[in-house]
């Protein structure tokens, strides 16, 4: 019975344990096996341990322009996506307008859709309205701003739905004009999920293969460029990079959270 009491008690501890046991061990996982040094092609198996793969990250530049090409689309649909995304947030909360119920369903499009009807899709409109010249740059440019859009509006809008709108009307009986109310108030106040949206645009951009490879025409990127390689063999030098991108994205939550850690311990 103290066992079973044990268990009662501690049962949802476990449950929580085990999540997160099961999301970050493959984390790290490709940390550890970035430090291997294999006799093969495939990185798939411990042999020796090396820092040779930390040493050429792009191994030999073979990885430069799959990993640059990622990077540039994934900045730039990223940009055009959270701005057209919070302005679009911005009409459908705070305004009312002729078939506003209708575009707020159509965002809901792109992410309930699969990712395979997606691809087809455009790979048939930019073949029927620009040729097969087009795919490449602008066609996966074009393509990532489209679903990016909807992730950005979705989560600016729900950061909108949850300001206090007395704090505005507060602004504007101290006189304050429109644009210092909106730069002073409702930004500062909205801007945690501008910036949410974008680094939630920028990691599906950046890891999209799917809809990539429809409309990539000859252009290959980071994902397309692994996809490619695991018939020939996968250096560890991806793992350094997917090593990488885990240490930048534990840092930037580390520099976000010091603020509230330095407001709690001043309050204590």
């Given at each position: ?14 449950v ?22 294999p ?37 730039l ?17 705070r ?97 945690p999920?501008?910036g ?10 950046f ?58 311990s001043?309050?204590?």
């Amino acid at each position: 019975m103290a066992v079973v009491n044990w268990f009662r008690k501690h049962v949802i501890a476990i449950v929580a344990f085990l999540i997160f046991f099961f999301l970050l061990v493959p984390n790290f996982v490709v940390v550890w096996m970035s430090f291997n040094k294999p006799s093969g092609k495939y990185n798939v198996k411990w042999e020796k341990f090396s820092f040779d793969a930390w040493k050429n990250p792009l191994d030999d530049g073979i990885l430069h322009d799959p990993l640059m090409l990622s990077l540039e689309i994934a900045l730039l649909a990223t940009l055009v996506a959270t701005v057209l995304g919070t302005m679009i947030a911005f009409a459908i909360v705070r305004h009312s307008f002729k078939g506003r119920g209708f575009v707020n369903s159509v965002l809901f499009l792109p992410m309930a859709a699969p990712e395979i009807v997606m691809g087809t899709t455009l790979l048939a409109l930019f073949l029927n309205t620009f040729g097969v010249s087009f795919l490449g740059f602008k066609s996966i440019l074009i393509a990532h701003i489209m679903f990016c859009v909807s992730y950005v509006v979705i989560t600016v809008k729900s950061r909108l739905n949850g300001m206090d709108p007395m704090l505005e009307k507060a602004a504007q009986d101290l006189y304050a004009t429109p644009w210092q109310t909106f730069w002073r108030v409702t930004f500062p106040l909205v801007a945690p999920g501008i910036g949410a949206a974008a680094l939630l645009s920028f990691a599906l951009s950046f890891d999209d293969f799917i809809i990539t490879e429809m409309t990539a025409g000859n252009s290959v990127t980071f994902p397309y460029w692994i996809w490619n390689a695991v018939q020939k063999g996968i250096p560890p030098q991806v793992n350094v990079i997917g090593s990488l991108m885990l240490i930048i994205t534990l840092a930037g939550i580390a520099v976000a959270e010091v603020p509230k850690w330095l407001k709690t311990s001043k309050a204590h």
